[in-house]
T-cell receptor, first 113, second 112 residues
Framework: KQEVTQIPAALSVPEGENLVLNCSFT??????LQWFRQDPGKGLTSLLL?????REQTSGRLNASLDKSSGRSTLYIAASQPGDSATYLC????????????FGTGTRLKVLA | ETGVTQTPRHLVMGMTNKKSLKCEQH?????MYWYKQSAKKPLELMFV???????ENNSVPSRFSPECPNSSHLFLHLHTLQPEDSALYLC???????????FGQGTRLTVV
């Protein structure tokens, strides 16, 4: 059974710091992995989608990497800003013809001004 | 704007009420989803529709009843809910089962 873990559960950093959020999954048979951002009480905003054949994806200050064989993905945020404060979720899509994404519980990030 | 719109944004209902949540996607996607998000728990997939046909149903109690009249609209009909059903209900869509998922802003449901 696929399980997705995100560590740490919460993180506070000063503004301007580069930071890494971690996501691990137990079954490497995935089709893709998606990173989301969620502001309090709001829906999810898609940040990056990495296909299983890819090693990384970049969008602006965000860079996501994928090491499928070791069951890990990282989200790198460069030069963090207070506006980056949110919960970051990763989700894996099993490679089994299912529509289901398996989500982690997220990392709650606070960037201090 | 994500292209997926949910109404209402907030809903308070008694345990004997009947209400419906609505989701509309403007992205031309073929698949639509209902997820439940409870505090301290990962998102739980409830239902998936592809081309208006239900393709996944994850052991959801019958007090939740989905409806997909066309590929752009998805409803979740609620009746005789329990307080533990209070949660954020999220709708999502994707082009197909392997594609990027896009979410709405959610409906915050409180059952009293």
């Amino acid at each position: 059974k696929q399980e997705v873990t995100q560590i740490p559960a919460a993180l506070s950093v000063p503004e301007g710091e580069n930071l890494v959020l971690n996501c691990s999954f137990t079954d490497s048979a995935i089709y893709n992995l998606q990173w989301f951002r969620q502001d309090p009480g709001k829906g999810l905003t898609s940040l990056l989608l990495i296909q299983s054949s890819q090693r990384e994806q970049t969008s602006g200050r965000l860079n996501a990497s994928l090491d499928k064989s070791s069951g890990r993905s990282t989200l790198y945020i460069a030069a963090s800003q207070p506006g980056d404060s949110a919960t970051y979720l990763c989700a894996v899509h099993p490679n089994s013809g299912t529509y289901k994404y398996i989500f982690g519980t997220g990392t709650r990030l606070k960037v201090l001004a | 704007e994500t292209g997926v719109t949910q109404t209402p944004r907030h809903l308070v209902m008694g345990m004997t009420n009947k209400k419906s949540l609505k989701c509309e996607q403007h992205l031309g996607h073929n698949a639509m989803y209902w997820y439940k998000q409870s505090a301290k728990k990962p998102l739980e997939l409830m239902f998936v529709y592809s081309l208006e046909e239900r393709v996944e149903n994850n052991s959801v109690p019958s007090r939740f009843s989905p409806e997909c009249p066309n590929s752009s609209h998805l409803f979740l009909h609620l009746h005789t809910l329990q307080p533990e059903d209070s949660a954020l209900y999220l709708c999502a869509s994707s082009q197909d089962y392997q594609a990027e998922a896009f979410f709405g802003q959610g409906t915050r449901l409180t059952v009293v």
